[in-house]
Each structure stands twice: as structure tokens, then as C-alpha cells.
């Protein structure tokens, strides 16, 4: 009989590494394209999926019993891609100055420059650019909550408690990212 | 558009977001859409962009490599780490056991001698016997934690500013202005943050030029209006490119890490 999440993460807990790779099988995919939607980049989308599962191991025996299984290993899976993206993004912006001021009109190109381009290259796409660029322009916490939403649909509650915020917080964030969303990918931004 | 309204389109995002949650909720904001013929037009942009967001590639994409494969990279990083961390916290643990063992054999044993006590003096008090940490062990923990907040504020510092330096957003009140709201706030929180940082210890004492131009700059950042002048952001990339900040804070970040 198929073991459940919460059997797999206790028998986690006791260095069972088939119990890894059980979770890894069931939740890889999901979790690879929740980070992708972070990142918009697959090789770095594919290291923090490898990284996450390496925590989830290290720390099975701190995951409290209570708890699902699967917003436990998305929290750690965008924890390490928010890390991820604010490193590469400081160290792309360190590396080259930055521009005199900001302008609307040079918001995408910025970005689009900044974007690593084996992403264009895999998902080669139009569509799957203009909605990175729209993701990019979206401050972190609003980011991460439209990815948690559109990405891995989770409640609107399981976000507040995945990333500790307040439900309140958690809804207008999500408001005003589509706000933004709307100007960059709806009628007004085509 | 009254702030009445403004409540309203709010609840009407999140409906098209599908985030509004209990029947009685949806209805209060259907009876409001049937009556307002600004809101059926936000529903329909709200709900065109979310279209589009369910149409990005990302939603079926399959992980450039094969499940078989990653496993074995999980495995080889699980042993990798365990090869290396447990020789120094296998080394903690087997000196803060030794310090255990050592208090309890003290106890135990008696030793060194205490002074006799006068056959008049009253019993001692009971004297929990939990092991002992040394006083070196505490200062490394503390040491460490200071080093991983200072590491953590001065990441989310960045952030900051990096997406102060990318703000494009107008705002409302004009062309020359821009929405810069969310990164004030975030300022002023990371400020307040500041304060509780242990900067006069030595374990974050390399770190102290950085965090005070850090603070320099989100104070900067945390002084303008949610709508601000393009302008006075201009100023603060300029201080942040003229000190090499970011450079600085990834570099510090790193040393701080590890």
C-alpha cells in the first residue's frame, strides 16, 4: 500500500532514502514549476528543486506532524528562490551600473536584459517572456504571492501561514499585484 | 471613484482571482457587479489578465531533467553535506556531551571538595543538575546568530534596492512620479530592524561601514512619499552606484554566510 505524505516524512525523519525519493517522485514536478515561476529560469529552477528536497532531508525531524507535507516543501522550495533571485540580481546589478532613472519605457528592456537568456531559449516563447517581464516588475512579496496562487493554487490562507503574513496582508498584496499585472499584460499593456 | 469604490474593485480582483472565499461573500459582490458597470469592466480586465497568467508555458513545463537523475544529485548533496557538517557539529556535540558528562561526574563524584558545612548549618538547596554549557559554546551560537541576521537584513536591504533602482511604476499623480510605496514601507521595517542588530560586537564588526551606508540609503528610501519624484529616486541609485553598494552587500553577505 502507498504510503502517505506524513508516513513518508516521519520515515524522512529516520534517513529513509526511499522515502525520498517517494516524496521527490510525487512532488518534483509541482514543486520545479512553482520555483520556475519564480525564476523563470530552468537550470536555476532545477538547483533550488535540488536544494529543496537536500533541506527537506537535513530537516525532516523538525517538521511538525501537524502540518501538511506539500506548503512545508513549497515554503522551503520559494524560501531558497526568493535567496536565489536576490542574489542573482544583485549580482548582475553590481556587475553593471545602473541607470540614471527609471522610466516605464525602460523597465522591460532592463529587465528583459537582466533575464538569463537559456530561459528564452527553453520556453521560446512570446507569451511565457512578456508574463516574465510582467512577474519581474512586481515587488518580491507581491511576486510571491501571485506564484503561490497562479502557480501552485494554494488558498489564500495556506499563503498567509506558508510565508507568515497576515490574511489581510496576504489580500492586498494579492490586489495590487494584478493591478500591476493588468497594466503589463491586459488590454492596457498589450 | 470613491474609497467606498476602491474597497470594492479590490473585492472584485480577488473574486476574479478566484480568493474571494464563502457563497454569502461571492454574493454581496455579484449584487455589487450587477449594479456597477465600472466594476464588470475591472472583472473583465482582471479576469483577461489572469487569462493570460493561466496560459504561461511555466504551468506544464517538465523539469529539464529526469526524476532518476535528480534523485542520485539529492542523494550525492545529502552525503556531501553529511561528510562535512557532522565532522564539526559531531565535534560540538561531542564536546558539549564531554562538558555534560564532565559536570555529572563533578556532581556525582563530588569533586573538588566542597567545604564542610557546620553540623548547624542548614541543608542545601536542591541544585537542578542540568549539564552545563560552556561559556565558549553560548558565545559561538551568539556569534553565529548575529553574523545570519546581519547577513539576512542586509540581503532584504538590497532587495530593496534593487527593486527601488528598477521602480518604473507611475503613479497616479502624474508622469514624473512613481509608485514606490511597498519599498518605504519595507525601509522603515528594515530600520527598525536595525536597531535589534548586535553592530558593536565583533561578530558583525567587519560588517558595520556597510550597514551604516545601508541605513543611509533606506533612510533615504524610507523618507518619500508612497508617490514620489523620479527624481529623488534618481538621487538614491546614485548613492548606491556612487558607494558600489550592492557590490559591497554581496560581497559582506557572503563573508557574513560563510
Known sequence: ?190 | MNLLHGRWERRVALLAAGAVTGEAARARVQRHLDQCAACRAHLVAFQATLDVLARDPIRTAEPPLPLSALRTRVLARVDEAAERRPRSSRAVLAWVAGSAVAAALVVAVGWPPAPRAPADAPPPAAVAEAPEVSDEFVRHLERRVAREQAARYLDEASDVLVTVAARPRRCRKGEERVDIGDEAQRSRELLARRSLLDVDGAAVASARPVLDDVEEALREVASLEACARKHDLQNINRLVERRRLLLKIDLMTRELQG
Open chain 1, 1 to 190: 500500500m502507498e504510503r502517505s505524505d506524513r508516513e513518508l516524512m516521519a520515515a524522512l525523519a529516520q534517513g529513509d532514502r526511499d522515502a525520498l525519493s517517494a516524496l521527490m517522485e510525487r512532488h518534483y514536478r509541482r514543486i520545479y514549476r512553482v520555483v520556475l515561476g519564480y525564476l523563470r529560469d530552468p537550470d536555476e529552477a532545477l538547483d533550488v528543486v535540488q536544494e529543496t528536497f537536500v533541506k527537506a532531508f537535513q530537516n525532516a525531524a523538525r517538521w511538525d506532524a501537524r502540518s501538511e507535507v506539500a506548503p512545508w516543501l513549497t515554503r522551503i522550495g520559494i524560501n531558497q528562490a526568493i535567496d536565489r533571485y536576490r542574489r542573482i540580481r544583485r549580482r548582475r546589478l553590481s556587475e553593471q551600473p545602473l541607470a540614471d532613472g527609471p522610466a516605464d519605457h525602460d523597465h522591460d528592456r532592463r529587465w528583459s536584459d537582466l533575464a538569463p537568456s537559456p530561459e528564452r531559449q527553453a520556453l521560446g516563447h512570446e507569451l511565457g517572456a512578456r508574463i516574465a517581464g510582467a512577474l519581474r516588475g512586481l515587488p518580491e512579496r507581491q511576486r510571491t504571492i501571485v506564484v503561490l496562487r497562479h502557480y501552485d493554487e494554494m488558498t489564500l490562507d495556506e499563503i498567509a501561514e506558508t510565508l507568515g503574513l497576515s490574511l489581510g496582508t496576504v489580500k492586498s498584496s494579492l490586489h495590487r499585484a494584478i493591478h500591476r499585472l493588468r497594466d503589463r499584460l491586459g488590454e492596457r499593456g498589450r
